[in-house]
Structure formats: structure tokens, C-alpha cells
């Protein structure tokens, strides 16, 4: 998947490259692996590749990862070695995810993530901020009706 735009319009850049699968993966049913733009999109020694999860053109995936069902990398990521991303995480082109990283389910990855991180959320957060930020959500609803009842007690009422 790779076009730039000439005049107005989307014109195709062809992808010239290969995949190279090292020993002992597995690739589930509906999965797609996108050829490198000129060279190789690779994949790990050891890495388990679930149903319909989708890797962009010249990603490196590293060895011995796990990538749940739904999974989206985009184009020219790298992973380290020993990631496990979680059902339906989503991870935007260019990035570097390090070594023994987990990902949790449903997340979007909108920058890097160093090695040793557990992130989750959307956009993905280092788990404990993650927890916080959940933890307050169940709050707001009583927080809005002490603002309230702060602002009729001094007068600013809307």
C-alpha cells in the first residue's frame, strides 16, 4: 500500500520488496503481510501471528512475539523481541515498540514505546496512568453535581 498524490490524484507506488518469515512462526487464518516497499518486511524467529491481524509494508517484527486477533501494524514499524499486543490494538507507521512490551486489548499506539513497557488505552498509556484515568471516569458524574450545586451556592448559575 504505498501512493502519492500527482495533480489531484492518487497514483500507486509499486511495492517492489519481499517478506522474509523466519523459522518457527505461525500465521493464522486472514492474515495479511504486506511486501516491503523495496526491501524485506521480516518477521521474527518464534513469533505467533493470530487471525485477521494485518502488517504494513517493511515492518521488522522481532522474535518471539504475540499478536493477537485484529491487530493493525502500519507501515515501516519495528518491534522488539518477546511483544505481546493484545485483540484489536492498532499501532501508527514509523514506530518503535521495545523489547518485552505488552500492549493491551483495543489500544491505539500514536508514538513509541520503550522496552519493559505495559501500556494500554487509546491513545496507549503507561498502565498505571491508564488506571488512574479510569478510576477518576467513575467519579465525573458526582463531580459535576458538586460543581453544580458550588456554582448555584455562589450565584453563577448558568
Given at each position: 500500500f504505498?501512493y502519492?498524490?500527482?495533480q489531484?490524484k ?19 487464518a ?25 502488517i504494513?509494508h ?27 499486543m493484545?485483540?484489536?490494538v ?13 500492549i ?29 484515568i ?17 456554582k448555584?451556592?455562589?450565584?453563577w448559575?448558568?
Amino acid at each position: 500500500f504505498g501512493y502519492r498524490t500527482q495533480q489531484g490524484k492518487h497514483v500507486k507506488v509499486p511495492q517492489l520488496g519481499w517478506v522474509e518469515i523466519e523459522d518457527d512462526v505461525e500465521i493464522g487464518a486472514g492474515s495479511t503481510i504486506d511486501r516491503g516497499t523495496f526491501g524485506a518486511t521480516r518477521i521474527g524467529q518464534g513469533t505467533k501471528i493470530d487471525n485477521l491481524v494485518m502488517i504494513g509494508h517493511n515492518c521488522r517484527i522481532g522474535r518471539h512475539n504475540l499478536l493477537c486477533s485484529q491487530v493493525g501494524i502500519a507501515g515501516s514499524c519495528t518491534t522488539g523481541d518477546y511483544v505481546v499486543m493484545a485483540g484489536q490494538v492498532g499501532v501508527a507507521d514509523h514506530l518503535t515498540i521495545g523489547d518485552h512490551v505488552v500492549i493491551g486489548a483495543k489500544s491505539g499506539v500514536p508514538r513509541d514505546v520503550p522496552s519493559g513497557s505495559q501500556v494500554l488505552g487509546s491513545p496507549a498509556l503507561p498502565r498505571q496512568e491508564t488506571a488512574r484515568i479510569v478510576a477518576s471516569l467513575e467519579k465525573l458524574p458526582e463531580l459535576r453535581k458538586d460543581v453544580a450545586r458550588i456554582k448555584k451556592a455562589l450565584g453563577w448559575e448558568d
